[in-house]
Structure formats: C-alpha cells, structure tokens
C-alpha cells in the first residue's frame, strides 16, 4: 500500500515538475493585447475590414492602431475601449448605413419561375423588371446581412438603421446596384437608382425619379444637383428644411429626420 | 445493319414529336418583319441601308467587318421603316432593322458557283455573303466554322441530323423532303474542308430519315444511327458517340479532328454556294397547344405571334411561348421574331405547365447519373449557394453545356441550371 502511493505520487512529482519547466521554457511569446482586443471586436468575422476575420483584424490591430477604422461593425463604447487598449484616441464621427434606393412599383415583365435569388431573375435578358435598375425584391440583400438588419416588406427591402453596422455585405450582394451606403446623419435620402432619361423612367415605374428639377430649384441652399438624371445632395449644405421633399411630386426624395437628430456615434 | 452509339448520361423524355408527318408549309409571307442585326455569336452588324430605304428580298442590310461576325439580309421587299432596339428571343436587347412589306414578292439576283471549278476561299466568301450561321441554336458563323486554325488537320465532317430535343421536327422534315440538298451541302463542305469521311447521325426514332439518307447517301455519305437519347445533338455528344472522340474540356471539335453542321445549315450552305441564295428563310416547328401543329417555312424576322395564328391560334389560356425545345429554349414575354437560329415555337397552356415549389436536396444523385458531362450537379449547386466559387471551379462547373438533364430528373425540384449559370457567373468574377 505505502509502496504504491510512493510510486506513484513520485511519479507524479516528476511529471508535474517536468511540465512546468517545459511551459516555462517553451512558452509561445503572444502579445496579450491581441486577446483583449479580439474580445472587443464584433466576432462576425464578415470581412468588411479587409483582413480575413476577426482573429486576423485583432492581430493586424495591434501592428498598426491606425486600422481601427476598418471596423464598421464595433459598438461605440468597444471602440473606445479598444482605442485606448491600442493607445490612439478615437474621434467622434457618423458612421454610414445601408440605403435601398427604389421605392420599388416598376412594372413587371414576365413570372420568374425557378431559383429565387435577384441575380439569377436578372439574368434573363435585362431582368424581370420594365426597369433595369429597380429593385427585384427577391432578397440577395437579406441573405448577405449577418446582422439581420434587412427586411422584404412585401418587395422592398427595409432597413433596420438600429441594427445596420455598415459592412457593405448588401452593397456588394445587390446585382443591380440598388444599395449604397450613406453616412448615417444623411437628411434626405434618394428613393430611385435609375439613370436612364425622364421620359424612359415615366414608362417603367410610377415612384422613379424623371430629372424633373423641381427639387434642385426648391433647394434654398443649392444642396441638390441632378446629374445623370438623380439628384445628388450634399449633406453639408443640407439643413433638412424639406423643401424638396415637399416639391418632388414622384416622392422620390425623403426626410430621413423629422425629429432632432440623436448624438453621434464614436468612432 | 449499322450499330447504334450512344454517350454516357442523358435522359429520354417523351418525344412528343406531333409534327413528323406533317409537310413543310410555305407561310404566309408576312407584312413587317423585324431583322436583328445580331443572329449569331459574335459581333453585332451595322446597318448598311438607312430609314426609308426600298429594300428587295435577299438584299443585304447589314454587315460587320469583324472576323467573327455574319451580315444579315432582307427577307420580303418592302420600305426599311425604323432602325430601333429590339428583343431578341434569347432576352437581349440589340438593334434591329423594321421593313414593311410591299405587295410584290422581288428577290434580289442571285450568281452561284460551280462547286466543281470554284475554289475554297471563293465558297468560303460567298458562304460569308450569303449570312450563315449554324442554325442548330447557338448560331456561330459558318464560314468561321469552315476555316479552321492551319495547325488543326481536320479528318471527319459530321452533319448532325440527331434532333434530340423533343417537339422539334424541322431538320427530320428537311430530311426527308430535302435529302438530296443535305447530300449535295455535305458534299460541298468536305470539299472545302479537304476531308473524305462524311457522317450522318441521325437518332433511331426518325428511321424514315436514316432510309432517306443512306439510300440518297450512297457511297461517299454514311449513315449512323444513334441511340435516342437527349442531349445527343449536343456536338460534344455527338462526336463521342460516332467516333468515340473526347473533345477536351474548354476545348472545340476542331481539337479533335472534326467539324460539325446541322442539317439545316448543310442545306441552306447548299443554295448559297450553288445557287447563291442568302439565308433568308428557314423551317420552324410550331406546336404544342395550338389548333394545327405545323412544320412551317418562315422568313427570318416575322413575328411569332403571326405564325402562331397561321397554325390556328393557341388552344386553351397560354402559360408559356417557348423559343427553342422544351429543354434548352428560351421563355418569351413580348413578341419576338423568328431569327436565323429559332427551330420551334412551342405553345403551352396552362394545364401542360407544371410549376412545382422546390423542396430541399435528398442526395439522391441522379442528376450525378444523368450528366452527360459527368459533373455532379449537386455539388455545384451547394457550392454555389454557399457562395463559393472556388469550389465550382475545381467541380468543373465550366464544363456544363447547360443541356437540362439534371434540372429534368431532379425529384425535388430544384432549379440546377439556374443555380449553376449563377455559378459560372460568379467564376467569371473570380477570374477577373
């Protein structure tokens, strides 16, 4: 019996001498801050920042603070804290947000019968819609969001702006173009993405902007300017008055604020 | 007695052939027609005739100096009355000529060529001239097809009567009442090709065409049976099935030692060289759910709608008007014309439509069974829902010839060949 226990309790010594000594001295040389700072990252490893997911961004991080930016998925707060682990200061700045531009109601062309993904319904010569730069509604957008942020109504996608982190996934995922970013203080926003001349939109769609100007000429500050046929604001002369959204009779602008807006974001 | 050949995969759909018996019809020479400046694969053509411009039939009204590339023709006598975009019956949108038709019937005059005397680039040119394109379906300028690369030696001509794709009899009909133009047409290109080994394949559900030709064939033409089965008219499939050559992925029957024509085309290359008749008509099937099914002979660019009245209208509410086979052609929406490389006009009502909802892969693999490509369908189409291109390309998605097969048997419904030409597209993204 004291036999036993001597055996195997020095044997035991022996190897849990041996370990510690091992880990000691073949210990893996990682900078802790890579760890905490991948803790304050969002884990959605979506790949907006250009590295190939989290883990990579935390390690790039810590190699150079500067990329903090890169991130559009952090939460306030995490920025902050992760700026402060990385040692630069974080300045206060809007971050952007997905903006569907079609108000949707072009006509339609033909039933697409077969696989259900905008891409391939806009396969078929120039696509299901009488306008080639419509919205399709059949959802790529809602698939690529990882955060659930995207919504079919009926068949426009709707933007949840709370959930929104502004990775760009939609973006790239919209065959048509229809979605682009905007910062997210933007005060009015374009509710049509087709280029082609008044008289063509007219035919296709009842909500399509036709390059009337109503809206450039009610602009008090000369915010809007139509080119290629959309207007194209500029948010920092903008100070949502909503002329123009009241002048545009197609309702193709919208007043994103009515209300004050919120505080800023950090970034 | 010959044996018949066969390929690996495939399917056997009902043939559905309604209109093998029915002669070919002159149609009713229509009063406008709509002449895209783009029927084949290649460039567009530009217009050689402006608005207002008298034209007589046969005239040419477009061209393009491109190498790939075939001039288009008039095909009535009329007044040109608008150069406009129009909607091809594959759903492009290209720039077509409009002419209203006179009353007369004028053809322009025609000179053919001895094909005894006149030498290969001669015929080649006037191929050229005369605007043809292989009119199987994918359209490729024949005089491009009859001047392979100088490295390539080219031993076997193959005129492809296999006609596999159910509903359509054109080239069955052509077979039949216009052997001897085919022979002759066969004749003149292994001429031109400077090949000796002339094949007719023909499916053995049309033994009345293998009569026809073999006997008209004689010595010089063979004929060879094939197994009936789809895609047998598939070139790729056709060559592995007479000679048992593999043309290589990516590659042409070139590659292999072999040109390929369709029947229709071998006629229509026939009356150019010989007579010097530009391709301005062709034989299209109308069926399906009309009053009188009928193998029509159409000018190129009349309006389905007005053939589908010449057959008595459609019977029952139309769900779909098809351009091309049941398998491979193409759903229309608008009113499109007839082009150099439309075979049928199929009609279907609503009671022959079914449209089924998708349910998910069970793994079954028959697709797998019946690719004549040997690809795995179900791979590709996981792979591409995934979003990974990557992964298609190392499955070979590019190998697909799009023939349907898989999309035919599936049990659950999945719509494969959409899924997988959203595959090639986003491979040829990545490859970018």
Redesign the interface.
């Known amino acids: 019996m004291i036999e036993e226990i001597a055996v195997l309790g020095s044997l035991g010594f022996f190897f849990s001498t041996l370990l510690v000594v091992m880990s000691k001295r073949f210990a893996v040389q990682m900078d802790e801050r890579v760890e905490r700072v991948r803790e304050l990252l969002p884990g959605a490893s979506c790949g907006a920042c250009g590295f190939g997911g989290c883990d990579d961004f935390a390690e790039a991080l810590v190699k150079d603070p500067s990329l903090l930016g890169n991130c559009r998925l952090m939460g306030a707060d995490e920025r902050r804290r992760a700026g402060a682990l990385l040692g630069i200061e974080v300045k206060e700045t809007w971050w952007m947000v997905a903006n569907v531009r079609c108000a949707g109601g072009s006509k339609v062309?033909?039933d697409w019968?077969?696989?259900k993904?905008c891409?391939?319904a806009s396969?078929?010569?120039?696509g299901v819609l009488a306008c080639k730069y419509g919205c399709i509604g059949l959802g790529d957008c809602v698939r690529a969001c990882p955060f659930g942020a995207i919504e079919l109504r009926g068949n426009t996608p709707v933007v949840d702006e709370d959930k929104c982190r502004g990775c760009g996934l939609c973006v790239n995922a919209c065959p048509r173009g229809v979605i682009k970013l905007i910062p997210k203080d933007a005060k009015v926003i374009i509710r049509c993405n087709s280029p082609e001349p008044g008289k063509v939109v007219a035919a296709a769609c009842p909500n399509g902007c036709i390059a009337c100007k109503l809206c450039e000429k009610a602009c008090q500050v000369g915010a809007i300017k139509i080119e290629n046929n959309l207007p194209v604001i500029d948010q920092s002369l903008c100070t949502s008055c909503g002329a123009c959204v009241e002048a545009c009779k197609r309702k193709v602008l919208v007043l994103r604020f009515p209300k004050p807006l919120a505080t800023p974001h950090a970034s | 007695m010959l044996m018949k050949r066969g390929f690996r995969g495939g399917v056997h759909p009902l043939p559905n052939k309604l209109t093998s018996d029915k002669k070919i019809e002159k149609a009713k020479l229509p009063s406008r027609v709509v002449i895209p400046l783009r029927q084949h694969i290649g460039a567009p053509c530009d217009p050689v005739v402006e608005k207002g411009a008298k034209v007589k039939v046969g005239q040419k009204i477009g061209d393009s100096p491109a190498a790939v590339s075939a001039p288009v023709h008039s095909t009535i006598s009329g007044t040109v009355s608008e150069i406009s975009t129009q909607l091809l019956p594959t759903g492009d949108r290209v720039p077509a000529i409009v002419i209203e038709a006179d009353d007369g019937d004028e053809w322009i005059e025609t000179k053919g060529l001895d094909p005894e005397k006149a030498s290969r680039e001669e015929m080649i040119s006037k191929i050229r001239e005369c605007g043809l394109v292989g009119m199987g379906g994918a359209g490729f300028p024949t005089h491009v097809k009859l001047n392979p690369p100088k490295e390539k030696r080219i031993d076997t001509l193959i005129i492809n009567g296999a006609e596999c794709e159910p509903y359509i009899t054109a080239d069955h009909r052509l077979m039949l009442e216009e052997g001897e133009k085919i022979i002759e047409g066969a004749k003149i290109i292994a001429k031109i090709l400077g090949v000796d080994n002339i094949l007719i394949g023909i499916e053995d559900n049309k033994p009345d065409a293998i009569d026809n030709m073999d006997r008209l064939g004689g010595e010089s033409v063979r004929v060879v049976p094939l197994k009936t089965r789809y895609p047998q008219g598939d070139e790729r499939h056709l060559i592995k099935a007479i000679l048992g050559r593999e043309v290589p992925a990516g590659g042409l029957p070139f590659d292999v030692g072999v040109v390929v024509q369709n029947v229709g085309t071998t006629k229509a290359i026939y009356e150019a060289v010989t007579q010097g008749i530009p391709l301005v008509e062709r034989v299209v099937t109308i069926t399906g759910d009309v009053k009188e099914s009928k193998n029509l002979l159409v000018r190129i660019g009349t309006l389905f709608s007005s053939l589908i009245q010449e057959c008595g209208g459609p019977v029952g509410n139309t769900r779909k008007v098809i351009a091309g086979g049941p398998m491979m052609g193409f759903a229309q929406y608008v009113d499109v014309p007839v082009v150099k490389t439309t075979n049928c006009i199929l009609v279907f009502s609503e009671e022959r439509v079914r449209e089924e909802e998708e349910s998910p892969c069970i793994r079954c693999g028959r697709c797998i069974e019946v690719c004549p490509m040997g690809l795995m369908p179900t791979m590709l189409v996981k792979f591409t829902r995934a979003k990974k291109p990557e992964m298609c390309l190392e499955y070979n998605i590019m190998s697909c010839d799009e023939c349907g097969c898989c999309a035919y048997v599936c049990p659950s419904k999945i719509p494969i060949v959409h899924v997988i030409r959203e595959g090639k597209k986003a491979v040829r993204r990545l490859k970018k």
């Open positions: 062309l033909f019968v077969g696989e993904t891409s391939a396969s078929l010569g120039e």
